[in-house]
Every structure is written in C-alpha cells, then in structure tokens.
C-alpha cells in the first residue's frame, strides 16, 4: 500500500529541515484498518521504546511529547528539537514494519505560545503572497469609485450589489493574469470550524499546510456563472479529475464528485463565465472531514493537490477556484476563451 503524505514531500519538506524553538512538529500516522486489542499493546510498546532509544540530543535536545491514539491515528507533537523529523520518520517506518500497513500521514508546524499551547500552522515558505482580501485587488480607480460609491449616502442595499460586482471581477483578474496580485487562496473571514460528533464532544480543526503548486493560482471564491451545453469534453474532464483526486487522497477515502443533478462522479457541469467555458462540481463537506485524535481535518490538501494534477493533465488554465460551505463546491477553467455567439 502506497503512503499518502501530506506534504508530497513529507519529511523531505524544507519546513521541517529545523524546527524553531518557538514552533512545534506534528505527525499524525493513520493505518490502514483500525489497530486491533492485540495491536494496541505493541504500538504502545513501539513507542515507548523510540522515546527511550532515541538520541534526542542528536535530534537537538530534550524533547516536550504530547502522543495520542484513537486507535486508527496516532498523533505525535514535539516541541524543542530542532531535527524532529529524523525520529519521527524512523517512528513511521517502525509502525509500518511492525503494526500494519501506513495508509498516511500529516505532517505540519505549528507556532507555540508562552505557555507552550499550540497555535497557528506555519505556511509553506515557497508559496507566493496572495491577497489578504478582495479589495487589495482592486486597481486605484476602482478604489476611488468604491470608496465614493460607499461615502455617498447611497443604500446599502446597492452599495453592497456595486462592492459585491467590483471585487469579483477584480478576483476574477487577478486569477487569470500573471501580473496581478495573488488572489486570496482561504476565506479571508477565517477557515477554522468546530465540529460536534453524534457523542455530544466538540473539537476544533486542524489546519496545516496548503500544496506548493508553482504555477497554478488558487482563488478561494466563486464567480456568477451560467449554463452551457455538455459536451463529450465534460465526459472525458470527470474521468480525468477523479482519477487524479484518486491519486491524490489516501487509498480508499476519495469523497465522490457531484454534479447538479446530484449524481455521483456523473459528467462535471458546464459553465461559462467572462466568455470562458469551465467545469463546475461539488463534493459532500462530510466526506471531507478526517477525524483525528482530539481534533478533525477537511482533506483540502488532497484536493487541491489533486485538482492541479487535473489542471495539468487535461490542458485546463492553471487556475482553481473553490468554495467551502455547506458543500465544497470547486471551478475548473479552459485555457482559452470562447465569446458565447461562437456556441459551446
């Protein structure tokens, strides 16, 4: 069985190369099945004698644990070793060989308060600035005309209606031209959510990293579309996109891809917006979600991940827009642009 590292690169990753004393590495390690009783002892055993056997001060000092189990993930944090990803890599390959197949693993940093709790996940250094909000793209006359429009006395009503338009077509410029800025990857409002399980319990997301994808702008929002006509091409970009998306998410949890007429992994929808034919298509939120011990995770990396394989592979423009509500709800385009007079 393959593993699904989340980053592509694991412990490889230059975030990990040395962790600051102020930031604190995770690694969650799922399995393939559940650990059996029996299993549950020798896990306990594994980890206790990495713990003992290795030579933190090589790995750069004496280390804070925190471990947890929920008898599918084991969730490892340190704090204060500077090479931590040395001993979790070789606690990885440990339980692999000697406790069952390892179907994925997390890996993330996370920044660390005073009082040692954990905090935001750091970025991916590489990737590139994007906006923190909409109106950071817009252009210094649609600055200008907003804030008349706003300081006018004018009602609320159409000054949110001007806004709302202004900023998309500023978003949607920014996603497809070089030269601009980079459009907002997550909800500028914020991302994190809070989970409650049928048990009554509340936990809180883990948010980590976010894939590094030279090339590709990810823009978190969607513009107004409309219909167009399928076309065989719709049949042949469904194939493609769950075929990467199955790459891309751990063997055996690829959530299904819907279409409007709620059919699973059916032909994507066929939209057009600004004269540029596209792909449109949802996924359940619930099939998302990965619960981890004491906390949650939407599989967003896999997703995007997956998507830019899609974008790649099937020629599309290097350009992903997606949404994150009741359902996730993603925009695929095409490199070129097709005026509506000329058919679908």
């Known amino acids: 069985m393959r593993i699904a590292w989340l980053p592509a690169e694991g412990f490889d990753h230059p975030l990990f190369a040395t962790v600051p004393e102020t930031c604190a590495m995770s690694c969650v390690i799922g399995f393939a099945a559940p650990v059996q009783a029996e299993g549950v002892e020798a896990l306990q055993a594994i980890v206790d004698g990495w713990s003992k056997s290795t030579d933190w001060r090589a790995a750069g000092g004496e280390p804070g644990f925190a471990i947890e189990f929920d008898g599918a993930f084991l969730s490892v944090g340190l704090l204060g070793v500077p090479g931590a990803a040395r001993p979790l890599h070789a606690l990885v390959a440990r339980l692999g060989e000697a ?97 409650k399980y049928d048990d009554g319990s509340l936990v809180t997301e883990r948010r980590c990293l976010l894939p590094y994808l030279p090339g590709v702008r990810i823009g978190y929002g969607l513009v107004e579309v409309e219909d167009r006509p399928v076309e065989q091409r719709h049949h042949e970009a469904s194939r493609v996109v769950q075929a990467c998306l199955e790459r891309s998410f751990p063997e055996g949890t690829r959530p299904p891809v819907f279409n409007k007429q709620a059919d699973a992994d059916g032909p994507l929808d066929p939209i057009r917006a600004h004269d540029r034919p596209g792909f449109a298509f949802a996924l359940r939120r619930e099939d998302m979600l990965v619960r981890y011990p004491g906390t949650f995770r939407y599989r967003e990396y896999e997703l995007l991940a997956g998507l830019a394989a899609a974008v790649a592979e099937f020629g599309l423009a290097p350009v992903i827009h997606w949404d994150r509500a009741s359902v996730y709800i993603v925009n695929l385009w095409e490199a070129s642009v097709r005026p509506c007079s000329s058919g679908a």
């Open 99 to 195: 406790i069952g197949p390892v179907r994925e693993v997390a890996l993330g940093l996370s920044e660390v308060d005073q009082d040692g709790h954990p905090g935001a996940f750091v970025e991916d250094t590489r990737l590139a600035p994007c906006a923190e909000g909409y109106r950071e793209l817009l252009d210094a006359n649609e600055r200008i005309c907003l804030d008349t429009r706003e300081e006018s006395g004018e009602a609320e009503a159409e000054i949110d209606a001007y806004r709302s338009d202004l900023l998309m077509q500023a978003y949607w410029r920014s996603s497809f031209d070089a030269a601009q800025p980079f459009p907002p990857r997550t909800d500028p409002r914020g991302m994190f959510s809070v989970v």
